[in-house]
């Protein structure tokens, strides 16, 4: 086991942790709100790490410097990962953009969403639409699959073929053939997407 | 009494399962659709048609699931005769079932 650290090792910690993180807050350009994440999240990795620590190779500050420079590496590529997968940075909706007074949040509609910049444009009638053709639809399945739908709803066919719903490949063959039946009750393709193809 | 004009599955693609499940569920009582025009009984079969099998196999599903729509009085099924072994098989809709509605989280909460 690692021997405690002292008052003075918990504060070289401390120091190169906010330096890393204030370093990689201003590389990401991140809202002010997120730096104390950053230092959490850098402070608990070097902490989790520590028992990785030869004394006889070097210093505990080098150790440190070593485990956030690859930390931080490993955070700014989870974050251009997710900007390049959103179609660019996030923005909080409690700020003004350039040029504005009013929060973001304050002119944005409802079909501003995210779900209508990726096209699927969604309205309160539509969830309550969907709403309702599920009802309906849940009520003409037979028991056996209604109870399918719960269960896929919580676990993988993997975990449900453990549970008694029978093999894995009867179990995928019996999912697309409720995909057929829940389409034909309204929970699927529209024919127009046939029509028009 | 008005008739509602019939509509064809595209010639140059076949009517799918899917696309014809997807019908079922927009169609208004009294809509008709084509889904096969041939010999059904006989196209379905691989030593007398003139299918390929991929077709053969979803023309298979696509009766099936026709058969199975109307079974759950969704549609009617009918034909017309075209000619000699040459038949236009027709979907017509039919008023959708009254059912009472069914809670998903009532279920949800007895699966979990």
């Given at each position: 086991m690692h021997p405690p650290l002292s008052r003075a090792d918990l504060a070289t910690l401390i120091n190169e942790a906010n330096a890393a993180a204030r370093r990689l807050h201003r590389k990401l350009a991140l809202?002010?709100?997120?730096l104390d994440d950053l230092r959490q999240d850098l402070l608990v990795d070097l902490i989790c790490r520590?028992?990785?620590?030869n004394a006889r190779r070097g210093s505990l500050g080098a150790f440190a410097n070593i485990v956030l420079r690859n930390q931080a590496s490993r955070i700014a590529c989870r974050h251009h990962h997710q900007r390049r997968a959103q179609n660019g940075t996030l923005l909080s909706i409690n700020v003004p953009l350039s040029g504005s007074r009013e929060p973001i949040g304050q002119t944005l509609t409802e079909a501003d969403g995210l779900a209508s910049w990726y096209g699927q444009e969604r309205t309160t009638e539509d969830d309550l639409e969907a709403g309702l053709a599920l009802s309906r639809a849940l009520a003409r399945l037979p028991e056996a699959d209604r109870r399918l739908c719960a269960a896929l709803a919580h676990r993988s066919v993997a975990a449900i073929a453990a549970h008694g719903f029978g093999s894995r490949s009867a179990l995928y063959r019996r999912i697309a053939d409720l995909r057929r039946v829940l389409t034909a009750y309204?929970?699927?393709?529209?024919w127009d997407e046939f029509a028009t193809a | 009494m008005a008739i509602t004009p019939v509509i064809s599955a595209p010639t140059s693609r076949p009517l799918t399962e899917i696309a014809f499940c997807a019908w079922v569920a927009q169609a208004v009582s009294g809509d008709r659709l084509e889904y096969y025009r041939g010999f059904l009984a006989v196209d379905v079969w691989p030593l007398f048609t003139r299918l390929s099998d991929p077709e053969r196999d979803e023309l298979t599903k696509l009766a099936a699931r026709a058969l199975w729509a109307a079974e759950q009085g969704l549609v009617h099924l009918v034909q017309e005769r075209l000619g000699r072994a040459h038949f236009a098989y027709l979907a017509i809709a039919r008023p959708k079932p009254n059912t009472a509605d069914f809670s998903l989280s009532s279920l949800l909460l007895a699966a979990a």
């Open positions: 809202p002010t709100a997120d520590l028992p990785g620590l309204g929970l699927g393709p529209s | -």
